[in-house]
């Protein structure tokens, strides 16, 4: 009862095999992916992926790691059209912002963030929010416009969290709580309800332990869940299914 909330499987790092580890993935307990898109061109790769596979549902959006490269001024029209054309897109992301990648554009991140927030709220789909080394321009962000979703591979402290739920958002947990020096993110997992956490891989990134550094596929969401149960000390089944609901209940279309 696997639903990964977040991954690339349009990323290079398939093309070997993407067909291959696609087909997979449902026999090794993953019901559920949300591809997510960084760019036009992989959020339109993305678009195709969901229309292929039954349990791969697609999310539009562009990172601010995209701004390095000259960006359509259309963006939102493009976006937008991905969205109207297609039942399985689900949400916009992967959106945010990147201080520690690039603190020098942060007007224009804060832009592209924004715009595309604007998107979401028009079309009432939850976004996939990237934050790294951006925490309170990011929650100022998300306080102006109160967006619906997920902070995705959630680095902020304790305090931001119970803020994002108070947004009445969520919290994406991955392969980093897996990693020894989590300490910030294991005091998050234990202090904030289940019911607001979702699972997440970040594939083909991030990878859990015992394969950290390896490539990540949605199967390994598995050392993470089993994380959460050891951490909080209940039943693992128990924990696929609340981050399954509470899934479901943030895309809620699927
Ligand atoms: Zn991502």
């Known amino acids: 009862m696997i639903f990964d909330t977040h991954a ?4 290079a790092a398939f093309d070997d095999d993407r067909e291959e580890v696609l087909k997979r993935l449902p026999g090794q307990g993953v019901c559920r ?13 993305s678009v195709e992926i969901a229309n292929k596979y039954s349990y791969i549902r697609s999310a539009v959006g562009i990172h601010p790691q995209a701004l390095e490269n000259p960006l359509e001024s259309n963006y939102i029209s493009i976006l937008e059209k991905l969205i109207n054309e297609n039942k399985k897109v689900v949400a916009v992301g992967e959106i945010g912002l990147d201080y ?25 789909l939850p976004i996939l929010v990237h934050n790294r080394e951006a925490h309170k321009d990011t929650l100022e962000i998300l306080k102006k416009y109160r967006p619906k979703g997920i902070v995705h591979c959630f680095s902020g402290s304790l305090e931001m969290a119970k803020e994002i739920l108070r947004l009445g958002m969520y919290i994406g947990v991955g392969g980093v709580l ?11 997992v234990r202090n904030i309800p289940l019911t607001r956490i979702v699972l997440e891989t970040d594939a083909p990134y991030l990878a859990p332990v015992p394969f950290r550094g390896e490539r990540c596929i949605s199967a390994y969401i598995r050392f993470v869940a089993e994380k959460i149960a050891e951490m909080l000390d209940v039943n693992v089944n128990l924990v696929y ?4 609901q509470n899934a479901l209940e943030i895309f809620k279309d699927l």
Do not use: P
């Open 33 to 45: 992916v949300v591809n997510a898109g960084v760019s036009i061109e992989t959020s339109k790769k």
């Open 8 to 11: 690339h499987y349009d990323d």
């Open 178 to 188: 897996t990693f020894k020096n989590a300490h910030t993110l294991n005091t998050i």
């Open 100 to 124: 520690h990648f690039n603190s020098k554009n942060k007007s224009e991140q804060i832009e592209l963030f924004e715009n595309q927030i604007a998107l979401s709220l028009k079309h009432r």
């Open 241 to 244: 299914e609340i981050t399954f």
